[in-house]
């Protein structure tokens, strides 16, 4: 993999977590947590490290509303937490 192919991997894999955050409505939230800059790129990480790019990407598509992300999401728990906390659960 060249470091370009690198590069739009991890920017396609940013994308599906920035649409995982405003389906599920924490992306707001995700924004006002205390330390948001060092909790996003974990989450971005989170991501990245995760083997279902192409599910995940069906997933958004076919889900127009939803409560929960999937079970394989690996910010599963971090998004429940935001919902939490911003009293959406």
Same mark, same amino acid.
């Given at each position: 993999?060249?470091? *370009?192919?690198? *590069?739009?991997?991890?920017?396609?894999? /940013?994308? *599906?977590? =920035?649409?995982?955050?405003?389906? !599920? %409505? +924490?992306?707001?939230? !995700?924004?006002? $947590? /205390?330390?948001?800059?060092? $909790?996003? @790129?974990? /989450? +971005?990480? &989170?991501?990245?490290?995760? %083997?279902?790019?192409?599910?995940?990407?069906?997933? *958004?598509d076919q889900?127009?509303?939803? @409560? #929960?992300?999937?079970?394989?999401? &690996?910010? &599963?728990? !971090?998004? #429940? &937490?935001l919902q939490? #906390? #911003? =009293?959406?659960?």
């Amino acid at each position: 993999m060249s470091f *370009l192919d690198y *590069l739009i991997s991890v920017d396609a894999r /940013a994308a *599906l977590m =920035g649409r995982m955050m405003r389906k !599920l %409505g +924490v992306d707001r939230q !995700l924004k006002v $947590v /205390a330390d948001h800059a060092a $909790v996003t @790129d974990r /989450a +971005v990480n &989170r991501c990245r490290s995760c %083997g279902h790019q192409d599910e995940c990407s069906t997933w *958004l598509d076919q889900h127009e509303q939803t @409560d #929960a992300s999937p079970d394989y999401c &690996r910010n &599963r728990d !971090l998004i #429940a &937490r935001l919902q939490h #906390a #911003a =009293g959406q659960r």
